[in-house]
T-cell receptor
């Protein structure tokens, strides 16, 4: 199984709502990632988890709260978002390479988020 | 901040023609990867080229890397309508504790017409 799944596919939320995005993979990957992609722009890294621990937070506002409850699951909790946070949120996973780079990342189809 | 620039931003060709996309990056790299993204969907890994490699092939794809010029190119030969997508180059850097950080270029939107 080389698939990364993401739910929901689409999400519309108000600025006062709390919602969560979910990502799941069963490839045994121990690195998982959240990216944000605005229309006609490249993906931008938000968070990296390695062995279920947060390795990188790219100065993401605290209204985005990641969580990695186990090696297969990655969540992104959303609270008090702004309209400019509307974007495609992509999850990815990869093998760990003992500190070396050079692994391909497997991406999910994304969650299209609209903040009203 | 974006690591690289890609050109052209958009490319429209006829089916059967070759498509060439170029990527320039700013800092030294260990590896460079190319990804494809169909409209509004997830990215698919195409090919990885290491800094000590100059050229790599995978099916109809040919990637070159010139580290002295900090540039790479992706050639798709005998293009098909199904190749219509956005193409991104990405440099990667190891993350302490594992994993790798991808920094994507601006992307090229390829349209292959019948």
């Amino acid at each position: 199984d080389t698939e990364v799944t993401q739910t929901p596919k689409h999400l519309v939320m108000g600025m006062t709502n709390k919602k969560s995005l979910k990502c799941e993979q069963h490839m045994g990957h121990r690195a998982m990632y959240w990216y944000k992609q605005k229309a006609k722009k490249p993906p931008e890294l938000m968070f990296v988890y390695s062995y279920e621990k947060l390795s990188i937070n790219e100065s993401v506002p605290s209204r985005f709260s990641p969580e990695c409850p186990n090696s297969s699951l990655l969540n992104l909790h959303l609270h008090a978002l702004q309209p400019e946070d509307s974007a495609l949120y992509l999850c990815a996973s990869s093998w760990l390479a003992g500190g070396r780079s050079g692994n391909e990342q497997y991406f999910g189809p994304g969650t299209r988020l609209t903040v009203t | 901040s974006q690591q690289g620039e890609e050109d052209p931003q958009a490319l429209s060709i006829q089916e059967g023609e070759n498509a060439t996309m170029n990527c320039s990056y700013k800092t030294s790299i260990n590896n460079l990867q190319w990804y494809r993204q169909n409209s509004g969907r997830g990215l698919v890994h195409l090919i990885l080229i290491r800094s000590n490699e100059r050229e790599k092939h995978s099916g109809r794809l040919r990637v070159t890397l010139d580290t002295s010029k900090k540039s790479s190119s992706l050639l798709i030969t005998a293009s098909r309508a199904a190749d219509t997508a956005s193409y991104f180059c990405a440099t990667d850097a190891a993350v302490t504790g594992g994993g790798n950080k991808l920094t994507f270029g601006t992307g090229t939107q390829l349209k292959v017409e019948l």
